[in-house]
Each structure stands twice: as C-alpha cells, then as structure tokens.
C-alpha cells in the first residue's frame, strides 16, 4: 500500500451484497450504487452479444505465462 495514493484517490465502501465491482462502477460513474442492476444488464448483453470475442480475449489473458506474468509484476507494485 502506497499512502500517497490517498493524494489522488479517496477510499469509498460499497455494499456487500456480492455486487461490489458493479456498485463500484456505479458509484464511480454515478455517485450512488443504485444502478447496478442497469450495470449487470448492460454487461450481460455485451458479453452475450460478443461471446466469441471474449472468449478469445479471455483464452490469451489467463493463459499460465500471461497470468504468471501479471502476478508477479502485482506482486512487484504491491511489495514496499
């Protein structure tokens, strides 16, 4: 954790009622969460009409080196 962030960016909490990444997206983009279930809509519509698109994306992102890759350099960024 870096406290210099705080500078730029102020902590918010969301609900936790398994929503938090669309309750985030819907406070960043909104200030409020209620607009999660308008997120998830729009997110399911966008993956279903573009399955094989990111199925593709999904296939070269979480492939073993791609992901061993992007672990190591978070665990890079994360350790002081």
């Known amino acids: 954790f870096k406290p210099t962030i ?3 960016f102020c902590p918010l909490s969301s609900r936790p009622d398994g929503n938090c990444l ?14 999660h279930d308008l997120l998830r809509l729009k997110l399911t519509l966008e993956i279903g009409c573009n ?3 990111y199925t593709a994306l999904s296939n070269e992102l979480f492939s073993i080196s791609k992901f061993e890759e992007v672990f190591l350099n978070t665990m890079f960024w994360i350790m002081p």
Not at 22 to 35: I, R, V
């Open 6 to 8: 705080l500078k730029e």
């Open 22 to 35: 669309l309750n985030a997206t819907s406070t960043a983009m909104c200030s409020c969460q209620g607009f």
């Open 51 to 53: 399955t094989e698109y």
